[in-house]
């Protein structure tokens, strides 16, 4: 079934069962005291500004990755606020090197499902009508980060630009089963989706999706803080995926079983962990959270997440890397978050959750690049253009991120558990 109708019946049966759903609610911060075992959480209506206060004995977070709100199909909704709160909540990120996930989607209008296409007789063709794919020894099934870095390499040698060649495709009807709404769109478009090939580029989706980033989870869904814990495209993918980004089919399952582990294991360790008072917001009373709203520039905060989404979808910076260009994009990103703390212009609830997720947006690109820097070889889909062997000192070592002195700090570790 659609995965609306799937959501429709979950949430007929979480109010069944008297849990309670606060809908249009942004949730900016979380508070945690180290010594007292209680979670807090911080948040506004979205619609009408109203400030919500949770307390809580555990906390899992599922907000979803950062796709810089980028231009694919369903990536337009997260920005990265989990992994921001998580990591100033003290828990460690892991793998944001890999947070590099690009999918790829017609140039006419978002298409998705690539996987089933390619599994299909689906073919990406160059301009020469040159299937390419077949030198990646994965063939046409090759992972999605592959599919795009041998697209960038066919445009960089002058045979782009690329096109999805559905003329061999077998299982039309497997499309209105499986993406009932691509079919709408397919039947409402002029294009000829199966007859012709039609130009195909990469679509950024950063961290969601088959990305390897995200909050460090044990087998137990258990973030690196009591009580935290992290599921789906919020915990890092990583720790089963290793170095391989783009397996299509792999996000669904993680966050099916990350959510049941992290709502089973939450649900004890709140059974056993003593109510504590709601913690104070690290902004006094919580008033704090609309202070974006007085800053008075001229940008709207949706123009900054523009620009970073152009700097996070170059390819030349996140699937063909090197120390100069990541290092200048991370500069961009400093200024980018100059003008977001002091030239922008917040006018209602909704600008206001927009800020935010900029905020977010620029924490995720700015550790996924410091990150990219600090992992100085090549390894799957992080390819370092200046570092293009493998470190094999690095074997078995995962790059970890952590804010324990305010700052991003990152080491290798063995992980273990
Ligand atoms: C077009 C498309 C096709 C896909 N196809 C497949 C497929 O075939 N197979 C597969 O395995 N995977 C597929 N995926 C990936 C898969 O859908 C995701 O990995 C999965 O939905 C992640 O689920 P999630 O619940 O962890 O996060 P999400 O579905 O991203 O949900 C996160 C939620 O958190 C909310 N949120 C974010 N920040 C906040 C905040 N600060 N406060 C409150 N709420 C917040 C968001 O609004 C969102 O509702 C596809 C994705 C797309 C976009």
Redesign the pocket.
Known sequence: IPTYQLMQQMRKSLLGKGVQILDR????ELSHDENSPGWGAL?FNIRNGEMVKMEARAVVL???GCSYRGP????D??SG??LEMACRAGASLAYMEYGNHFNVSLKAFDT??QSKFMAHGGKYINRNQEPFLETSGEGNRASGHIAVRRMVEEVERGRGPIYLDLRNFTEQDLVSKLMPNLDLLLHSSSLDFYGTPNEAIPGLTGT??ASGAGVLIDKNSRTSVPGLFA????ASKGVVTGACVGL??????W?NVTGYLAGKNAAEYASITERSPVINSTRGNGDGIYQPMSIKGTFHPREIIWRLSAIMGNAYVNIIKSEERLKRASHQCQQLKELLYHDTAVSSYHDLMVWYEAKSALFTANLTLEASRFRQETRGAHYREDFPEKNTSLEGRVLVASQANGQPELSYHHLSG
């Open positions: 609610i942004q949730i900016t948040g599922a907000a979803g694919f199909f369903g990536q909704v997260v606020e989990g998705y499902g969601s999706n599921a789906g495209d919020n299509s089919g792999i996000s669904l399952a966050a």
